[in-house]
Nanobody, 125 residues
């Protein structure tokens, strides 16, 4: 059974940092592009960042550029999202997702085949 599991969410003060992890079971992530998405209450799920299967290319939403960094460790079968300088507007459930049969990133949630259950990130003083 193919599964993605996110971890690392929590409550943090504005300006703080969190590191999210996305671990895979039942398959290896080596050949999958991985995206991070987030969904705030009452809002659509939006793309945050993506990394190609090789890790050679990444992209970010304008709202997180310069603050978030995506990385992957294929040996550990995991992808990470380092989030710095967090703002209250970053509060959301964060999901990782995998694209099957392609090493390339894509902007739309419909283009991803496997999803984790999400991890809550709350930025508040």
């Amino acid at each position: 059974q193919l599964q993605l599991v996110e971890s690392g969410g929590g409550l943090v003060q504005p300006g703080g940092s969190l590191r999210l992890s996305c671990a895979a079971s039942g398959f290896t992530l080596d050949y999958y592009a991985i995206g991070w998405f987030r969904q705030a209450p009452g809002k659509e799920r939006e793309g945050v960042s993506c990394i190609t299967s090789s890790g050679g290319s990444t992209n970010y939403a304008d709202s997180v550029k310069g603050r978030f960094t995506i990385s992957r460790d294929n040996a550990k079968n995991a992808v990470y999202l380092q989030m710095n300088s967090l703002k209250p507007e970053d509060t959301a459930i964060y999901y990782c997702a995998a694209r099957e049969a392609t090493p390339l990133c894509a902007p739309l949630r419909e283009e991803y085949d496997y999803w984790g259950q999400g991890t809550q990130v709350t930025v508040s003083s």
